[in-house]
């Protein structure tokens, strides 16, 4: 059985869709329900008038499914090149499950500790400096850092996903993201401890005496607490947004 190949378009709907995972996130299948919405093009594609195949493709993808968002596409690209041979008779069915079931638990640990321990915590500290500049600044480079690296990862995932299977594992080792996890690390906590330098040194400047001085040991206190806390991932982005607005408006009255 032959089965056409997945057009630019249905490949580009899947694309779209993953950043829906999360939509419909419930506490007995986790993202099952956005990763089988996620593929559903590409399963109309492959079974399209074979409507009992299409339905048992798509309850195979409603079964449990968790994992970092981002590195999901990494699966859902290698999922959709595994249905396609499914539907054309050249894999068993079940080598889907047990693929995203091996690799989903690995690219959550990796994708939390390279996303929200290293990644985030980074682009919030240079957020946070560009904001004493001006609060927009701040806002527009944390969402240019964070996105721009986190957008291509999706889309270089994604696409070495769709080359098949047996691409996942040498992307992976390319990316190298556990040497890039530790060096953003080392760089969020460079720039933390600048950041308190520099906050703590407008204070001292501009003051002059003793309440300001330890005005501004309280404020370097609290940044560092600040970023210890990101560190632990205990910040979310709408928080990390707040306190860069708070600062910007701190700058500019006065």
Request: proline content about 4%; glycine content about 10%; hydrophobic content about 55%.
């Amino acid at each position: 059985m032959t089965t056409p190949a997945l057009a630019m378009r249905f490949r580009s709907a899947v694309w779209r869709r993953q950043f829906l995972l999360q939509g419909c996130w419930n506490y007995e299948g986790m993202q099952n329900v956005g990763f089988a919405y996620a593929i559903l093009p590409a399963l109309r594609h492959f079974y399209a008038n074979r409507p009992e195949e299409a339905l048992k493709a798509v309850k195979r993808h409603l079964e449990f499914f968790n994992t970092q968002p981002a590195m999901g596409a990494l699966i859902l690209g290698a999922s959709v090149r595994l249905e396609e041979r499914v539907a054309a008779g050249e894999a068993d069915p079940r080598a889907i499950g047990t693929f995203k079931v091996g690799l989903m638990g690995s690219l959550g640990a990796i994708g939390d500790s390279f996303f929200w321990g290293a990644l985030r915590p980074m682009a919030s500290v240079v957020g946070a400096l560009l904001a004493l500049l001006h609060p927009l600044l701040g806002i527009a480079a944390m969402l240019l850092l964070y996105n721009g690296v986190h957008l291509t990862i999706r889309r270089r995932g994604f696409d070495a996903g769709m080359e098949g299977p047996e691409s996942v594992v040498g992307w992976l080792k390319r990316a190298a993201l556990n040497v890039r996890t530790e060096d953003r690390k080392l760089l969020a906590a460079i720039l933390a401890g600048g950041y308190a330098g520099v906050f703590a040194g407008r204070f001292f400047v501009q003051g002059g005496g003793a309440s300001h001085a330890l005005a501004s040991f309280l404020l370097a206190a609290a940044a560092v607490r600040l970023f210890a806390v990101l560190f632990r991932k205990a910040v979310s982005p709408s928080e990390i947004l707040s306190f860069l607005l708070f600062v910007g408006v701190l700058i500019l009255w006065r």
